[in-house]
């Protein structure tokens, strides 16, 4: 019986979460940050990294710009059309792809080890050449506005959509980073090249590469292709208005005819991912609506009542303030009856907090799952990025257990009561 | 490094199969039942879903309220799947912790409690799940090309059941299921990652040569009769997109023909990864109906895919139509690709081309110990491991000639139903 076989035996750090010593960090004289970490395993590499460039740099009008702008690179070049782009990867079985989020624009790619140099040209390429042809540009805004179609009859997005409204409200998180069907018919083909021009650059981006191909070689393969970009010209990202704080419960209703379930959300803010609180607040959230099948919100929504398939609560934290949402999918009908048990369950979350034993289960679980979520090249390039982005430290996941074994059941509660107050909560509802 | 695997077969009929993998302190345990929705006639549809749920429900080893915690406190990922030919539950522990996996296994292949309560309970999560997959315009078409395709064949109904019945099954029903079909020999257990082979056996003998095998009923049999024409369908619903999906009914997985129509299909609509677990996902845009359809603007997206059976299947594809385009426009260049396909000669190259991507996905999916796991067992689901273990080597031996001929037999409209989902409008208020 014949198995395919990886190219190297167990490197030395099979057992070992990445740290210090078996992860690269180099900064260009440009300033792009490079993270590498080796992994022979399989023969398969993956990149990702982003740029400093988001959502929030679009006007109100424009909304959805530099989604558009990302969606975009790979429409042609001034050296390759699209097809010719595609031809390049698809052949070797490689992948890239951009979007964007409020603050970054951000990309994926994976490709077998051989094919590093051409995944990286490509990627300059597309990043610092691209033609934005006319007729490509439209039928990308064709596909947009059927994705923004299919987001309007989608009763789980359009819950969290409201949601977030109702949240920042005055805030700039409260614009969908996708837009609106308006403002993507308003951007011009020079709008997505101007946007490029002006907010993309090599300041603050990072990139990280993690598979089989020595740090050295991976290196030197990005300063081949992007060693030399400048923009003298790149703005600094746009700081952030704070959030101001509900002052009494909001509930928002969006009506889609024909649909069999009504998908609804309930929360607060939440910490940023550098607060101090984060740790206990995450661990909190686990035990509220993660942990086992879905935590506490699980338990009452579709354990004991029977009401939801999908009931959880998820922490959004980023650069800025985050959320702290409840979700569940339900009949139509029962919509408040499902609202009234989540309030119910975050009334005694914010009012006895949580048990040194369930505190103890999540505190074993974010640890122990940990080899399982940096198990692929993906997971790991994932986890570079996120100590980079939030400056967490190379030893960041090394120092991770006793970091989650410090957090106290006290801890959870004061971030639970800082962020959840039950008679000031957004609730958003989207169904028939 | 990856050892090649090891089979033994329980003297009480439960099929082992065993894969050191040791690049990560991993193990993943798949226990496997070769019962799934195609065993099912009218009335009962959905009990091999609804009892797997009740898998979850517990047992007096392990009752709900610590199976729903023990694996999440070990760090492990764990879940379950129903699909058309199986059931499949799966662990993945740290490595250390292995075990707890095999005794949650061995513990509900027999001793689940099935409570009234529960059943009740779970009647109305099932129909809640349900009825989250019919906001889904694709879900709708979809159920009414399965229901156009297989007249006779369980194929037809969705693995979720139909309302009706999800209304109506009782905790008998389930529990019958359960019993009659939960037995050791009609299971396959399939665990892969960092442990010692000899070891591993020795523990699976101790925890699960106790159980005795049972008396399976015989699969359900209701071959297909052949099509005796093109079907068309339209289901109309809310929203302002239309889609189209197109299924062709082509051969069980284990048929030489299956592998040249993978083929074909990443010819056609884009190479489509094995992997359902981690890495993969090469995008389509060079593939013939992305470039005949999508670039000539008369649809946004084209996908298709292929599922490896027990039974004849369906090759399905599915366009979502230009905004600004009427469906008809879109099907009619997709029928001028088929043509092209079927008529043209077709290039070394482009075949050569698609079994390197294939070989690339193959590579992706070696990261992850789950989706090793997975083929371990899947594979002798609807053929044998040797099946996965054969795979590429097989698709290296199909030629252009293969492909153009399966494109003849099997993409003429006379074998293939087509459903389009007509949207009412309807904005968001």
């Known amino acids: 019986m014949s198995t395919r076989r990886a190219p190297h035996s167990a490197p030395a750090n099979r057992h070992s979460l990445p740290g210090p010593d078996d992860i690269t960090r180099l900064v260009l004289p440009n300033g792009i940050t490079v993270l590498c970490r080796v992994n022979f395993n399989s023969p398969s590499i993956f990149v990702s990294g982003y740029l400093q460039a988001g959502g929030l740099c679009d006007p109100d009008e424009k909304l959805g710009l530099a989604d558009f702008t990302a969606s975009a690179l790979m429409r042609g070049t001034e050296k390759h059309d699209t097809q010719q782009i595609f031809d390049a990867l698809e052949s070797c079985g490689a992948s890239l792809s951009f979007g964007a989020g409020a603050h970054t624009t951000g990309f994926g790619a994976h490709s077998l080890a051989e094919d590093l140099p051409l995944l990286l040209d490509l990627l300059a390429e597309t990043l610092l050449q691209p033609s934005f042809p006319d007729e490509q540009v439209e039928k990308l805004r064709a596909q947009l506005l059927t994705g923004l179609a299919l987001r309007a009859q989608d009763t789980a997005d359009m819950a969290s959509l409201t949601f977030d409204q109702i949240l920042f409200a005055g805030h700039p998180y409260a614009r969908p980073d996708d837009g609106w069907p308006e403002t993507i018919q308003a951007v011009t083909r020079a709008d997505l090249a101007d946007f490029r021009a002006r907010h993309y650059g090599p300041r603050g981006m990072v990139i990280a590469i993690v598979g089989a191909v020595e740090p050295k070689a991976a290196v030197g393969q990005v300063e081949r292709v992007l060693g030399g970009w400048r923009n003298p010209s790149q703005p600094e990202p746009p700081a952030l208005p704070p959030l101001a704080p509900l002052k009494k419960t909001i509930t928002r209703k969006v009506t889609i005819a024909g649909k069999s379930q009504s998908d609804l959300v309930v929360g607060t803010s939440g910490p940023a991912r550098c607060d101090p609180g984060f740790l206990a607040a995450s661990l909190g959230n686990s035990i509220l609506g993660q942990f086992g099948l879905m935590g506490r919100i699980g338990e009452v929504v579709r354990e004991k009542t029977g009401l939801a398939y999908s009931a959880y609560s998820t922490l959004n934290s980023g650069i800025g303030p985050g959320s702290w949402e409840v979700s569940a999918g339900v009949n139509p009908r029962n919509v408040g009856k499902a609202e009234k048990l989540i309030r119910r369950e975050i009334e005694r979350f914010v009012e006895k907090g949580v048990t040194e034993e369930e505190l103890a289960d999540s505190q074993a679980n974010f640890i122990g799952r940990l080899p399982l979520s940096l198990e692929s090249n993906a997971g790991v390039a994932g986890a570079l990025l996120h100590i980079e982005r939030f400056g967490l430290g190379l030893d960041y996941y090394r120092r991770y257990p006793d970091l989650i074994r410090a957090v106290t059941p006290a801890q959870v509660l004061e971030t639970a009561r800082r962020h959840f107050r039950p008679e000031a909560l957004a609730v958003a509802v989207a169904g028939p | 490094m990856t050892k090649p695997y090891s089979q033994h077969t329980l003297p009480n009929g439960l099929n082992v199969l065993l894969k050191e993998i040791h690049t990560a302190p991993i193990v ?402």
């Open chain 2, 28 to 429: 993943s345990t798949w226990m496997w039942y070769r019962v799934g929705s195609r065993d099912e006639t009218p009335g009962r549809t959905g009990v091999s879903h609804w009892t797997e749920h009740m898998q979850f429900k517990g047992t007096p080893q392990f009752p709900a309220s610590i199976l729903d915690k023990i694996i999440a406190r070990e760090g492990g990922a764990w879940n379950a799947f129903t699909y058309l030919d199986w059931t499949t539950y799966f662990e993945t522990l740290p490595a250390d912790k292995f075990d707890l996996g095999l005794r949650i296994e061995a513990d509900r292949m027999t001793n689940s409690t099935f409570d009234p309560k529960e059943v009740e309970s779970e009647r109305t999560v099932i129909i809640s799940e349900r009825e989250g997959s019919e906001n889904e315009p694709m879900f709708k078409l979809s159920e009414a090309v399965h229901m156009a395709a297989f007249r006779v064949h369980a194929y037809h109904h969705e693995v979720i059941g139909d309302l009706a019945d999800l209304r109506t099954i009782t905790r008998d029903d389930l529990h019958r299921h359960y019993r009659a079909y939960y037995v050791p020999n009609n299971a396959v257990l399939a665990v892969a990652g960092d442990f010692e082979t000899g070891a591993m056996l020795e523990r699976i003998r101790a925890l699960y040569e106790p159980i005795p095998a049972g008396a399976v009923p015989p699969r359900l049999e209701r071959p297909e009769p052949p099509a005796s024409g093109e079907h068309r369908l339209t289901v109309e619903g809310p929203g302002e997109t239309t889609f189209i999906e197109i299924g062709y009914r082509v051969p069980a997985g284990s048929e030489a023909d299956f592998l040249t129509l993978t083929v074909l299909d990443s010819l056609l609509a884009g190479p489509n990864s094995l992997n359902m677990f981690g890495g993969g996902g090469i995008s389509n845009r060079t593939s013939r109906l992305y470039r005949a359809l999508v670039e000539k603007e008369l649809a946004v997206s084209v996908h298709g895919g292929l599922t490896a059976t027990i039974d004849p299947y369906l090759y399905l594809l599915t366009i979502i139509v230009h905004p600004q385009r009427k469906p008809e426009e879109a099907l009619a260049a997709f029928d001028a690709e088929i043509e092209r396909i079927q008529n043209e000669r077709i290039g070394e190259a482009e075949i050569a081309r698609a079994i390197k991507q294939a070989r690339a996905n193959f590579a992706y999916g070696t990261e992850s110990i789950t989706n090793q796991a997975f083929w371990l067992g899947h594979a002798e689901m609807f053929a044998d491991y040797g099946w996965f273990l054969t795979y590429l080597d097989r698709l290296a031996k199909v030629t252009p000639a293969k492909v153009q001929k399966a494109a003849q037999v099997y993409l003429r409209p006379q074998n293939r139903v087509v459903g389009t989902y007509l949207p009412t409008g309807g904005a968001p208020k």
